[in-house]
């Protein structure tokens, strides 16, 4: 029988395995002898705890989810500046975290996205991170724009976020964090201070 506490150290060993894999060879190639290997384990020890690769795969996402929105709380947290501007801007920090924006994080996010189409189980996934990042953008653009105008502004901005990230991965360089951090920051400057939007009071509770 496994010691007591060994599960979730386990999981988390086999998680970072299949990062590690998949920044190798591919999300396609990370077979369960490759992970097991990567891990120094049997291959009986990760269908013991994740019952096959699409179980493994699916917790990988979870936990880089995980780490996105921990990251995305944290810097909220730690800006004192309650204005929808500080926060906003707190959110782009967040998704341009390091646990965001490493090879096997990156190369692991982008071998998801083009297999959520495929499996229901991770297109779930992939809906609710999309969700969740609009949501948040959202409901900070609403506190000074109208209904329409935030939406607006929410659904660009979370383009801007997911497209510098794709070119970003894609680029082969490492991620220059800081120019993506200022393309965005301008990006919400300009919706902003937009002429014309009726503002919406902010209101707290």
């Known amino acids: 029988m496994p010691k007591v506490g060994m599960q979730p150290i386990r999981r ?9 894999a998949v920044d190798q060879v591919g999300m396609g190639d990370a077979s369960i002898a490759l992970i097991a290997r990567i891990a120094g384990v049997s291959n009986g020890i990760i269908s013991h705890y994740f019952q096959d690769k699409n179980g493994l795969i699916e917790a990988t996402m979870r936990h880089l989810m995980t780490a996105l929105r921990l990251a995305v ?19 782009i920090l967040g998704n341009f975290d390091d646990s965001q924006v490493n090879g096997p994080a990156m190369k692991t996010w982008l071998a998801f996205w083009a297999t959520s189409m495929h499996q229901p189980s991770l297109r779930r996934l992939q809906r609710i991170n999309d969700h969740r990042l609009y949501s948040n ?8 724009l109208e209904q329409h105008d935030a939406r607006s502004a929410a659904r660009g901005l979370a383009a801007v976020i997911d497209g510098l990230w794709l070119r970003g991965a894609l680029s082969g360089d490492a991620f220059d964090t800081e120019q993506a951090q200022r393309i965005a920051f301008d990006y919400l400057d300009l919706q902003l201070a937009k002429p014309g939007l009726c503002l919406a009071p902010v209101t707290t509770h």
């Open 137 to 144: 953008l959202c409901c900070e653009f609403r506190r000074v």
């Open 12 to 20: 988390s060993q086999l998680i970072h395995a299949t990062l590690l």
């Open 73 to 91: 709380d944290a810097r909220r947290l730690a800006v004192r500046d309650p204005s929808p501007r500080a926060q906003l801007q707190a959110i």
